[in-house]
C-alpha cells in the first residue's frame, strides 16, 4: 500500500512540475497577461481591465495600422511619469516606417488621408505637424485622444520596444471580448 502511495504522489509531483514548466514556457514566449490601469484607451479598454498579448506575432508580422501593441515604456516617457510609470504601456498604432502623419482639426491624418476611427472616444483637441514615420518605429496613440501620454507628447516607438499585440480582453467577465 505504501509503495502504492508512493508512486501516486510522485506521478501529482511530475504532473504539477511538467504543467508548471508549460506554462512558464507558453507565457515567456506566446501569450501573456497584461493589466491596464489607465483610461487612455478608453473605451476599447477600461481602467483595471486584463487583456492577452500574443508575444510571438512581431516575429512574424510587421506591425499594421489599427494593431493594439503592448510595448516597454520609452525612458523619455519614465522620465515624464517619474517613479509611479509603469513599465510596459498599451496603444494604437495609427502609422508605420514612411508614413507621414499629422493631427489637424480633431482628424489623424495619414499620408494626406484621414483615418476612420470608430474606436475614439473623442477626436484630438491638439494640432501636431506632418512628421514622417522613420524606418524601425511606429507612431501610436492611446484611443482617449485627448488623456493619453503618447506618441503626439514624446515621439516614435521604435518595434523592437513591442512586446506583444494585444487581441483579447478576458476581465472583467462582462466585457470579455476581442480587441
Known sequence: ???????????????????????????????????????????????????????????????????????????????????????????????????LVQVSNGVVLVNGKALSEPYVLDPPDYEMPPVRVPAGCVFVLGDNRNDSLDGHVWGFLSEKALLARAFLRYWPPQRIGTL
Do not use: H
Open 1 to 99: 500500500m505504501k509503495e502504492r502511495r508512493k508512486r501516486e504522489l510522485i506521478e501529482w509531483v511530475k504532473t504539477v512540475v511538467s504543467s508548471t514548466v508549460v506554462f512558464l514556457v507558453l507565457r515567456a514566449t506566446v501569450v501573456e497577461a497584461y493589466y491596464v490601469p489607465t483610461g487612455s484607451m478608453r473605451p476599447t479598454i477600461l481602467e483595471n481591465d486584463r487583456i492577452l498579448g500574443s508575444k510571438f506575432y512581431y516575429r512574424f508580422w510587421e506591425p499594421k495600422t489599427g494593431d493594439v501593441v503592448v510595448f516597454r515604456t520609452p525612458e523619455r516617457v519614465r522620465e515624464m511619469e517619474g517613479p509611479n510609470g509603469g513599465s510596459r504601456l498599451v496603444k494604437r498604432v495609427v502609422a508605420k516606417s514612411g508614413d
